[in-house]
């Protein structure tokens, strides 16, 4: 499970730093994978309103952070974001990050493609505002409901902090940080239980980011799918964002990600399944392996690659259906 922490504030270890932290906290008492980005510190270009993504599905700035920022929320299970009230809104900072995610609202929207983490990924704000204003917290409420539905997470509420504007108030609030903790837990906990599953290929860029967007999509409240390579790519194959938006899935912005990038060594998998003879499966302790043996398509005709696709997809929902039958994952 990964947890991505926006910190909108300008501030370093500010009050809206410190809150953030404390969520990021209590989401690691449950294993959770967290990463904290400082947005005030990223190259983020604002939005230019051209309609370039409209029309194209992408935006038009493809030389800034959003880039990489695009890639962590496409990864995120829970996104939380943070940041001090500015006339009743988020900081200028993240609003920039959110203004930028028009591109991934026209992919589900005007290209009808649908993000396989959209039934379990959940979004949460956090907020500190000087005055004790009965709407202090309803611009940014407004804010995050639109950015986390245009990013396919659900809108788990505002945590929203009054009074808080000298440097270290947040520590010397009685409940704040207590009940930031608390949430970052209680919407990991929800998340915790699922069968963990790692999908293994040579490059991570075809054949298991297809097997991982499957199980997700079909079943992603029940398991928690992964994949990974031992010679990762630069990037996820084109051709194979191509033909998972012929079902309606999107995989646009996946980035691979390497074997030792996992932590194997700590993170338990259930089920770890080798999608090709040229990959050996990494030794989990205590995992089921399967070994599905398909053929990479990459430099073949893309009437192949639809073909690993639609295999995928079957062998994707076999493992659903055993495991809703109550066949049990044991290392054999």
Known sequence: MFVLGLMGSPRRNGNTDRLLSAFLEGAEEMDAQVLKLSVAEKNI?????CGFCEREGRCRIDDDDMV??????????????????FFYGPSAQLKALIDRCQALWARRYI????????????????AVGATRGKELFSGLSLTAKYFFDAI?????????IRQVEAP????????????AREKGRALAESLASRTKVL??????????QMAEAFLQWYAGESFEAESAGDQPADEINPVVVEVMAEKGIDVAYRKPKGLPELNLESRPFDIVVSLGCEVTCPAVPGAKVEDWE???PAGKPITFSREIRDTIEDKVRTLVENRDAGEGHHAE
């Open 152 to 160: 396919s997470a659900s809108f788990e509420g505002v945590l929203g």
């Open 168 to 179: 270290g108030d947040i520590s010397g609030h009685p409940t704040a940080l207590a009940e």
């Open 111 to 126: 290209y009808k493609l649908r993000e396989p983490k959209t039934s379990f990924r959940k979004g949460f704000a956090l």
């Open 294 to 296: 398909l053929e990479d």
């Open 199 to 208: 999908f293994v290929c040579r490059e991570n860029a075809s054949r298991s």
């Open 45 to 49: 270009a604002p939005c230019q309103g």
């Open 68 to 85: 990489e920022i695009y890639q962590l929320l496409r990864r995120a299970d829970i996104v939380a974001v943070a940041t001090p009230i």
